[in-house]
């Protein structure tokens, strides 16, 4: 069974930084590129960042580019966003999902989302 447990989120001020984290399991993580998109209400959901398999390419979305970093863990089957400078327009659900590359196929999974609230 695929999981994707996204953590970190919570209800923070402008200006300060979260980390969320996303474990996966139930299929091979080292075979699948990992991104990280965002709804926020009455919006559609958002790509923010990907990261390849490997970890050797990263791409972020412009409306945030020089504020995060993805990164990911292979052998702990995790992946993380580093936010920083956090602004209230950047309240959404963050989700978490995989793009596995099979031999015959590719599949997408998603997580449940963790919620992340900027707010003075």
């Known amino acids: 069974q695929v999981q994707l447990a996204a953590s970190g989120g919570g209800l923070v001020q402008p200006g300060v930084s979260l980390r969320l984290s996303c474990i996966a399991s139930g299929f091979t993580f080292s075979r699948a590129a990992m991104n990280w998109y965002r709804q926020a209400p009455g919006k559609e959901r958002e790509l923010v960042a990907s990261?390849?398999?490997?970890?050797?390419?990263?791409n972020y979305a412009d409306s945030m580019k020089g504020r995060l970093t993805i990164s990911r863990a292979n052998g702990k089957n995790t992946v993380y966003l580093q936010m920083n400078s956090l602004k209230p327009e950047d309240t959404a659900v963050y989700y978490c999902?995989?793009?596995?590359?099979?031999?015959?196929?590719?599949?997408?999974?998603w997580g449940q989302g963790t919620q992340v609230t900027v707010s003075s």
């Open positions: 999902n995989a793009v596995e590359e099979r031999l015959d196929a590719t599949f997408e999974y």
């Open positions: 990261i390849t398999s490997f970890g050797d390419s990263t």
